[in-house]
């Protein structure tokens, strides 16, 4: 089984290290993308469609949601799996998310074990 | 409308108008007796020249007659005819000036005879002479026929003068004694005449005395109600608070310098006849709104009531209104209190709180993370290194509960958590919550138990009503005694269900019950567990369960346990 290729945008760098040290162990292959600009371009790229992409809300220079609906925006795109990191703790923002097409959402600080089983349920459903 | 000129003065003033009127006639009539005293005195006069005209006439003659007796000379007839024809001159005279009394025609019939005598001897002589008899004219002459009848005549006309004279003497006693009489008269008239104007003076002086006064208390009046006006303007311009008083055809009646700011005027710009400029009124149509429903008298409010003001500023204003049914057709009295700056603070703050919450996970994201990971490598760790490890993660999870419970306590004093309460079955709710706690329970040793619980469904927020168990029933886990049961009942009252939370441990001491649903207070313990609390869970509980339409309390016995419930209302009863 080839390794599922997944697309990290974020910004923290810890937070970054954390999560592909995570999937990582747990035979992803992860692509970080470190800041909103590079992150864009790669969406609006012609680079291989990952397996799933992992994102944050808040970004500088673009905003999560702004990209998410420029990928969703895209027909190669339009079905990749989509999981947001968010702190925001208000509900106004995880439901704008979930609208705008994002597939799931995990607050942070969030459980490794949770993201986990997060991102798997996600993979499982979009075989 | 005549009675009011039905006053004293008015009379006085009558009176003294007759009494000139008065005076006016007795100077006529005295005008008029003067004027009668003088025609009198000189037909009197008149009358006596006659009679001397006579006298003298009757002398001509005479001595006309024996002129010419003694001499024969005819330039002696001369008198003789001029005095006869003065003679008949004066007598005419005489009739004619002659009053119309007995005593005159009495002395008139003496003197004629004694004239006509007189004449006629005269004329005997003259006639004797004439006829050439000079003797007999001597001797008639000497006879004294003539004579005689002349010194009649002289004593009639001298006793006609002496009674004319009489006459005028007495009437003139007569006249100045009426004038002498009259002279009191008039005397006391004037006085009288100015008495009255005297008074008339001294009341029209009173009275402009007075109205001197009134005018002088009037201005300090004025002066008075303008220095209250000054100092009302002082006060409600002194205040930061838009205040104006508007009346039912929308003009400004007052207004204060914070209203004017708004729309970048003066008060009296707002007041003026013309009132404020169609932009004006656009600006302040927020706070104008609503006026006719106050005029009753009735008091309304209005919370947060928005306009931007004339610098394209954002304002928010609480808004009360009163009408004011005494000061003009329907007027309104506004207030707005201007609470700008709290909102703004409060949006400020709500910023504030989410980018703090934010800032504060993403550090405490990879604290767990990291620990997290470390900990799932367990087996390549030495044991010490484990035990570090787990006071990491517990701690991580602490200060991640901290901040969930200050953001959840942030927005229910602002108002703003916000509720999605579903219609759930309570014994679902309350068993989900026992079972998410036997994961605590069971390593203290304690056992939670579900008594009994009724049938029913509440209309809650299914997360938040689990913050609420978790809450106490983590507290009562937490104070329980090893072996100890948390037992956990559900009871109707009416249309509400009451939950209660029991535990067995020690009770809540007297001092920390009033304490109890503060922030950040815990009871004093020197129990381990009861450390790792962040001392807001009850104060949330309380704040989430009264949002929710309940309420909340406890029971305590020292030394015997604590419990808790809270109130809710029912939806519906199933069975």
Redesign the interface.
């Known amino acids: 089984m080839s390794d599922k290729s997944v697309l990290l945008i974020e910004d923290e760098e810890d937070v970054a290290f954390i999560i592909r040290f995570l999937l990582e162990r747990n035979g992803f292959a992860v692509e970080h993308a470190a800041e909103g600009r590079t992150a864009m371009a790669r969406l609006r790229g012609d680079g291989p469609v990952p397996d799933l992409v992992l994102m944050d809300v808040m970004l500088p220079f673009h905003d999560g949601l702004e990209m998410l609906e420029i990928l969703r925006g895209r027909t190669a795109w339009a079905d990749v799996p989509v999981l947001m990191l968010t702190a925001k703790a208000r509900e106004v923002d995880i439901v704008r998310a979930l609208e705008l097409g994002a597939d799931d959402y995990v607050t942070k600080p969030f459980l490794a074990d949770e993201l986990l089983a997060r991102i798997r349920r996600l993979l499982r459903r979009s075989r | 409308m005549l009675t009011k000129f039905a006053n004293r003065y008015n009379f006085a003033f009558l009176a003294a108008l007759f009494l000139l009127g008065v005076l006016y006639v007795e100077g006529r009539r005295t005008e008029n007796n003067l004027r009668a005293a003088n025609a009198d005195a000189s037909r009197t006069m008149a009358r006596v020249s006659a009679s001397q005209n006579i006298l003298s006439a009757l002398q001509d003659i005479e001595t006309g007659a024996r002129g010419f007796v003694i001499t024969g000379r005819q330039e002696f007839l001369d008198p003789f005819y001029a005095g006869s024809s003065r003679l008949h001159v004066a007598r005419e005279s005489l009739m004619r000036t002659l009053p119309d009394d007995a005593w005159y025609q009495r002395w008139l019939a003496r003197l004629e005879p004694a004239i006509q005598t007189r004449v006629q001897a005269g004329e005997a002589v003259v006639a004797a002479v004439q006829a050439g008899r000079p003797d007999e004219g001597a001797r008639l002459v000497k006879s004294n026929v003539g004579r005689r009848a002349m010194d009649e005549v002289r004593r009639f006309i001298s006793e006609f003068q002496w009674h004319e004279q009489r006459a005028l003497q007495a009437r003139n006693a007569g006249i100045i004694d009426q004038t002498t009489r009259t002279r009191a008269l008039r005397l006391a008239l004037l006085v009288a005449a100015g008495v009255l104007l005297l008074t008339a003076v001294l009341a029209i002086n009173f009275h402009m005395e007075k109205r001197r006064r009134l005018l002088i208390r009037a201005r300090e009046g004025e002066a008075r109600e303008r220095r209250q006006y000054e100092f009302l303007r002082t006060i409600i311009d002194t205040d930061e608070n838009p205040i104006f008083v508007r009346d039912g055809h929308g003009r400004f009646i007052l207004s204060n310098r914070a209203l004017g700011d708004l729309v970048d005027c003066t008060p009296d710009d707002l007041e003026s006849e013309a009132g404020p400029s169609a932009e004006s009124l656009a600006i302040l149509q927020p706070l104008l709104a609503n006026d006719p429903e106050a005029h009753a008298g009735a008091v309304r409010r209005q919370d947060a009531v928005q306009l931007i003001d004339a610098a394209w500023q954002p304002r928010w204003f609480q808004v009360v209104k009163r009408g004011l049914p005494n000061e003009g057709t329907a007027a309104v009295l506004t207030v707005a209190v201007d609470i700008s700056q709290r909102m703004r603070a409060e949006r400020l703050k709500d910023d504030f709180v ?1 980018t703090v ?2 800032e504060l ?10 620990v ?2 470390l900990g ?1 490598m367990a087996k390549d760790l030495p044991a010490d290194a484990v035990a570090l490890i787990e006071i990491a993660k517990k701690n ?1 999870e602490r200060l ?1 509960r901290l901040i ?1 419970d200050l ?1 959840d306590l942030q927005k229910l004093e602002a108002g703003q958590l ?1 509720l999605f309460p579903a219609p759930h079955a309570l014994r679902t709710l309350l068993e989900s919550s026992i079972h998410a706690h036997e994961g605590y329970a069971v390593p203290l040793s304690v056992s939670v138990q579900l008594q009994t619980v009724p049938d029913v469904i509440v209309d809650v927020d299914a997360d938040r009503f689990a913050q609420i168990m978790a809450n106490l029933l983590s507290n009562a886990i937490k104070h329980s005694p090893a072996t100890g049961a948390v037992v956990v009942n559900a009871e109707c009252i009416g249309h509400s269900v009451k939950i209660s939370v029991r535990d067995h441990g020690r009770g809540i001491p007297k001092d920390f019950r009033p304490h109890v649903f503060e922030r950040f207070t815990q009871a004093e313990s020197n129990d381990a567990r009861s450390k790792g609390g962040t001392g807001l869970g009850l104060a949330i509980a309380k704040s989430m369960v009264e949002q929710m339409g309940g309420s909340i309390g406890f029971e305590t016995a020292e030394g015997l346990g604590s419990t808790f419930h809270i109130v809710l209302p029912v939806k519906e009863r199933i069975g």
């Open positions: 989410s919450s934010h996970r993403t550090p405490l994201t990879s604290v767990r993370g990291a997290d990971l799932s991580a991640l969930n953001l916000k």
